[in-house]
């Protein structure tokens, strides 16, 4: 284990490493499956009618397309998240609106000028009179 120094950082650095030691160990545990799977097909012999790499395509080698599938997925939702989330640290609100003079995105309970209560349709027709007068 790395030594820990205290502190959020290192709380951090820690659930990472934990969390990669959990993904490894569920990938030793696959491949030993794997193995044993493969041990048993050779020794009750369902194994000599194909080819040498029966055993694998039959074991892990079957589960292949479905771990890239879990991996694809995975990264493809947290890549989505990550872009259409508030830019507010810690905030995973979507961001629906664009703070002007800045290159961030928030959401509509971090952004200055959105409402977060609903408006009536008076409310709203008076802001649009109020913005077509500015023009
Ligand atoms: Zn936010």
């Known amino acids: 284990m790395v030594p820990e120094t205290g502190g959020s950082q290192s709380k ?28 048993a097909a050779v020794h009750t012999g369902t194994l000599n009618e194909s080819g040498p790499y029966y055993g694998f395509w039959s074991g892990f080698g079957s589960d292949l397309g479905e771990a890239t599938l879990i991996t694809a997925v995975g990264i493809g939702v947290y890549t989505g998240v990550r872009k259409v989330n508030c830019h507010t640290k810690g905030c995973w609100r979507i961001s629906h609106h664009a703070l002007e003079g800045t290159p961030y995105h928030l959401c509509r309970h971090h952004h200055p000028d959105v409402p977060t209560k609903g408006a009536s349709h008076e409310q709203i027709l008076e802001q649009h009179r109020k913005y077509l007068e500015a023009q």
């Open 12 to 39: 951090r650095v820690g659930l990472g490493l934990l969390l990669v030691l959990v993904v490894a160990g569920l990938a030793v545990l696959i491949v030993f499956f794997a193995f044993v799977r493969h041990w």
